[in-house]
């Protein structure tokens, strides 16, 4: 039976201390080819990684590219994100969230490609080192490097920070993204919105652990030393996407990168911000994929 290639399936895996990890997953190897598309079983799988505060759906549109282009995609709800589990603890530091990432890739059973944006790219960063280039075969940050502008971080979290109660419609919800993304063409209708935010009590919240900011603990964006290091020592490509909008990497801060990272290559894509996927996914998934099948 042919199975519609633009619907992915939802599966699971088993992270760190035993949590369930919830992805979604295009051209599963071991189940049969999709119909009109040709799975190239010599190419590495696709991890994605989102950055805090989003979810797997961040990915949609680019996972359906590139599994078009025959490739087995695998796009993940981070701990405390989407629908995976919450950490009991509140562990989501660097360190929690890679070892998620390396029991995922272990549990995939190919080498991958891991794509990471901002906290997923430093997760990234940290489980391709561990993980070596056997495991891991190529690297893709969006929009995030170890040395990024703390401001622009700032006002990420000030943004989630300041509808942790969330809100009374989801028209709300949609004037506050669109004020927070100005760049940003506003969709005509909110209901997109649905795959980030969850009904209850007669409000809508964000689909995210509010421990994963109000928990005193690592902040995840403050190991710049080990986590430069770390991308310093790979030798495997690394792709640096940066939205030219974005105020969270800097084009100083993209020098610096690439001086001590001299082989990694970098593309900036001139009509988004920090949220380059949902920005310009035209542009974005144009470059992933040719960084990518090349």
């Given at each position: 039976m042919s199975i519609d290639h633009s619907e992915p399936r939802t599966v699971t895996f088993r992270g760190d201390d035993d949590l369930t990890l919830v992805a979604d997953?295009?051209?599963?190897?071991?189940?049969?080819?999709?119909?009109?598309?040709?799975?190239?079983?010599?190419?590495?799988?696709?991890?994605?990684?989102?950055?805090?505060?989003?979810?797997?759906?961040?990915?949609?549109?680019?996972?359906?590219?590139?599994?078009?282009?025959?490739?087995?995609?695998?796009?993940?709800?981070?701990?405390?994100?989407?629908?995976?589990?919450?950490?009991?603890?509140?562990?989501?530091?660097?360190?929690?969230?890679?070892?998620?990432?390396?029991?995922?890739?272990?549990?995939?059973?190919?080498?991958?490609?891991?794509?990471?944006?901002?906290?997923?790219?430093?997760?990234?960063?940290?489980?391709?080192?561990?993980?070596?280039?056997?495991?891991?075969?190529?690297?893709?940050?969006?929009?995030?490097?170890?040395?990024?502008?703390?401001?622009?971080?700032?006002?990420?979290?000030?943004?989630?920070?300041?509808?942790?109660?969330?809100?009374?419609?989801?028209?709300?919800?949609?004037?506050?993204?669109?004020?927070?993304?100005?760049?940003r063409t506003k969709p005509r209708s909110p209901e997109g919105l649905k795959k980030n935010l969850r009904h209850r009590n007669g409000r809508w919240y964000w689909h995210w652990d509010p421990a994963f900011l109000t928990k005193p603990q690592e902040d995840p964006f403050v190991r710049v030393e080990s986590l430069e290091q770390a991308a310093i020592e790979l030798a495997i490509p690394i792709l640096l996407i940066r939205g030219k909008l974005s105020d969270v990497v800097s084009e100083e801060a993209v020098h610096d990168f690439l001086d001590k990272v001299p082989h990694a290559e970098f593309a900036e894509l001139s009509g988004a911000g920090h949220t380059a996927a949902g920005d310009d996914n035209d542009a974005f998934s144009g470059v992933v994929a040719q960084f990518v099948l090349r």
């Open positions: 997953e295009w051209n599963n190897p071991d189940a049969e080819a999709p119909s009109g598309v040709e799975f190239d079983p010599s190419r590495p799988s696709i991890l994605m990684l989102h950055g805090g505060g989003q979810n797997r759906f961040s990915w949609k549109k680019t996972g359906q590219i590139l599994a078009e282009r025959g490739l087995h995609v695998v796009a993940m709800d981070s701990r405390g994100h989407g629908d995976s589990d919450r950490s009991p603890e509140a562990r989501y530091t660097v360190d929690a969230l890679c070892a998620d990432t390396l029991r995922v890739i272990e549990q995939m059973g190919r080498p991958v490609v891991l794509i990471g944006a901002s906290m997923g790219g430093l997760t990234g960063i940290q489980a391709a080192h561990e993980a070596g280039p056997a495991s891991v075969q190529r690297l893709i940050l969006v929009d995030v490097v170890p040395r990024y502008e703390k401001d622009g971080s700032a006002r990420i979290r000030d943004f989630m920070f300041s509808h942790v109660h969330g809100f009374g419609s989801l028209e709300e919800a949609a004037d506050a993204v669109s004020a927070y993304l100005p760049h």
